[in-house]
């Protein structure tokens, strides 16, 4: 059963905007660090951003500047808002729990599925 869902990925034009959503099917305030992550093709996976459960965030010197992680407890979702978009930044986009109680159950190092963000003209 997936306990992450990434979605709000697509084909945008350089210098636009997307913003992606993950939403957890477990418990959000049982995370201690989401990240996102993504890999481009023929690439290894890299850091994007994180955000703590006390709100601290941190971002790649790739991305700063330009995307916003952030969460809504009440939805169970971290988003990450995409500006200023590059072609460089096309990939396929991952969210991480470091830990997930789902029901009476410790999940560890949690992914999502992917969602691809494709950045051309």
């Known amino acids: 059963q997936v306990q992450l869902v990434e979605s709000g990925g697509g084909l945008v034009q350089p210098g636009g905007s997307l913003r992606l959503s993950c939403a957890t099917s477990?418990?959000?305030?049982?995370?201690?660090?989401m990240g996102w992550y993504r890999q481009a093709p023929g690439k290894r996976r890299e850091f994007v951003a994180s955000i703590t459960s006390s709100d601290s965030t941190d971002y790649s010197d790739s991305v700063k500047g330009r995307f916003t992680i952030s969460r809504d407890n009440a939805k169970s979702t971290v988003y990450l808002q995409l500006n200023s978009l590059k072609p460089a930044d096309t990939a396929v986009y991952y969210c991480?729990?470091?830990?997930?109680?789902?029901?009476?159950?410790?999940?560890?190092?949690?992914w999502g599925q992917g969602t691809q963000v494709t950045v051309s003209s």
């Open positions: 991480n729990a470091d830990r997930l109680l789902v029901g009476l159950s410790w999940q560890y190092d949690v």
């Open positions: 477990g418990s959000i305030f049982s995370i201690k660090r």
